[in-house]
């Protein structure tokens, strides 16, 4: 088979341009756009209409790779396509997993249709044990309709069940099903899970998500989809900040703040920097070393309308795994998880709040945190084998907490006790 040249891109249904190969340097890829398309129709928020092609500079352009599978579902593609396309590229991929991706842009090769995405009962899935098996055949069936990036094994599917499936145009995944290696990540699904119920309790916009019986699958309900069904613009911050994926861990939390106001509209900037404060706060409270560009989006019906930060995702406790783990990017200087004056001082001078509002937010961390920990404790109670694991991330919590965000001259005595008997039990 030879190498592919071009894909058409679409903007939901739209098509709105071409992505082909250079003539002239090699590796190299530009992107036109249609005669006559209209500035809603923009592919990126960095790349308004314009007759002169877009050169991407020895690679897809940002916004093209941001979905781009990596890791385990990356490497399922390989054996399966390497044999059969000559050269297995960025343009190759894209030609296989474009017609189903994350936001409302579709590759495909050009007047070949979008294809709907198999349906699957979702909630059956979730109840059945040995999810091992289980996921190796849904990633076997479902890995070409997986435009998603990140490391950990994943898919998109579509839930038979979901309400807005009749109502899209394109009947596409409704949910990101995630399983991990239990041996290098143990409990990693059940770790999200309560991460995010912590965002959740804090009372930040959050992604929905449900834990599999046995606590091997996770899945997250895609929040790119509007009530109407058509698909959201969606970019991560490393496609606004013009890098690659593997420039994620670049630059500071300070400065991802300055992009922030650089994207989201004026009316929505003081509650997204509100929630992006809060947000920063928790990963340092959940130890979470992995908070990276990529974790942080935008969501837009189309370029020319209100652009409004994305709910939180991907939250995960790191140091159970890599104990000695940082920040994903530097704050006040350092990738040390910091104290809480570092985050005060954060919050005042990068995100423009105001004192009394700085505390308000790492009170709030600090409530939605120690809810997640009660309620976790309830689900050790009642699900046996999970009682050591909620013990470990209980005490990261505790020492991010107490770290982070807690101020020990106003807590209670109630409160320090029961950090130090945490604290103990995690040592024994």
Do not use: W
């Not at 055949?137 to 309400?163: F, H, M, N, W």
């Amino acid at each position: 088979m030879s190498a592919l040249r071009e894909l058409e891109v679409s903007s939901a249904t739209t098509p709105v341009g071409t992505l082909y190969r250079s003539d002239r340097v090699d590796g190299d890829y530009l992107f036109s756009y249609r005669e006559q398309c209209s500035s809603e129709q923009a592919v990126s928020l960095t790349m308004p209409i314009r007759r002169e092609p877009y050169d991407s500079m020895n690679t897809v352009h940002p916004i093209f790779e941001m979905n781009l599978p990596e890791g385990a579902l990356l490497e399922r593609l390989r054996l399966l396509f390497a044999k059969t396309i000559e050269d297995f590229d960025d343009l190759a991929l894209l030609s296989i997993v474009g017609r189903s991706q994350i936001g409302r842009l579709r590759y495909a090769t050009t007047g070949k249709p979008l294809q709907d995405v198999p349906a699957q009962n979702l909630k059956s899935l979730l109840a059945r044990r040995g999810s091992e098996d289980l996921f190796e055949s849904l990633l076997e069936e479902y890995a070409t309709y997986s435009g998603i990036s990140g490391i950990q094994p994943k898919v998109l599917l579509r839930d038979a069940a979901a309400g807005t499936l009749e109502r899209t145009t394109v009947r596409g995944a409704t949910h990101i099903l995630k399983s991990f290696d239990p041996k290098a990540f143990y409990e990693l699904a059940a770790n999200e899970y309560f991460c995010l119920r912590a965002a959740g309790l804090t009372g930040l916009p959050v992604a929905k998500a449900e834990l599999s019986a046995d606590r091997r699958l996770l899945a997250v309900e895609r929040f790119d989809i509007a009530a109407n069904g058509e698909y959201l613009g969606f970019e991560d911050f490393c496609v606004l900040s013009g890098l690659r994926p593997d420039g994620r861990y670049s630059g500071s939390y300070e400065t991802l703040m300055t992009r922030i106001g650089q994207f989201i509209s004026p009316a929505e900037l003081p509650s997204a920097t509100e929630v992006f404060f809060t947000l920063v706060a928790l990963n340092c409270a959940l130890e979470n070393g992995d908070a990276h560009l990529k974790n942080f989006s935008v969501l837009y019906e189309n370029p020319e309308r209100t652009v409004r930060l994305a709910p939180a995702y991907d939250i995960v406790s790191t140091t159970p795994y890599r104990p000695r783990d940082s920040l994903a990017l530097s704050l006040g200087g350092s990738k040390a998880f910091p104290v809480r004056a570092v985050l005060v001082k954060f919050g005042r001078t990068a995100c423009g709040l105001p004192p009394r509002l700085v505390h308000e937010l790492l009170d709030r961390v600090s409530r939605g945190v120690r809810g997640a920990i009660e309620e976790m404790r309830k689900y050790a109670k009642e699900r046996p084998g999970f009682d050591k694991a909620a013990r470990h991330l209980e005490a990261t919590f505790v020492r991010g907490l107490a770290r982070s965000i807690e101020d020990p001259a106003t807590s209670s005595p109630v409160r320090r006790s029961a950090s130090k008997r945490s604290t103990r039990r995690s040592g024994s």
